[in-house]
């Protein structure tokens, strides 16, 4: 691993697809679409940990309150069954 001036460490496609869990065709898409910060180097395409961390916080998905998520609400076809407890079935 590469050294940048800030002394902040550099990762090319394959750590930064690792580390975001994702394939590096993926993460190549990503970048075509300037959908995530990168770093050009010639030919070399690299990333800084600070710009994946941009790019996971940008696309994470906040939880709402249970009392807004309509906890309380029957859903249709579950005669009083909370929604939020129906939500949480499917996920297994």
Request: proline content about 4%; hydrophobic content about 45%.
């Amino acid at each position: 691993m590469q050294e940048s001036p800030a002394g902040e460490g550099l990762l090319d496609v394959s750590q930064a697809a690792t580390r975001l869990h994702v394939s590096r065709s993926y993460l190549y898409q990503l970048v075509e679409a300037k959908a995530i910060e990168h770093v050009r180097l010639g030919r070399r395409l690299l990333f800084t940990e600070a710009q994946l961390q941009a790019y996971v916080l940008a696309n994470t998905v906040k939880a709402e309150p249970m009392s807004e998520a309509g906890k309380y609400l029957p859903a249709a076809g579950a005669a009083g069954a909370p929604v939020a407890a129906l939500r949480l079935e499917g996920r297994r």
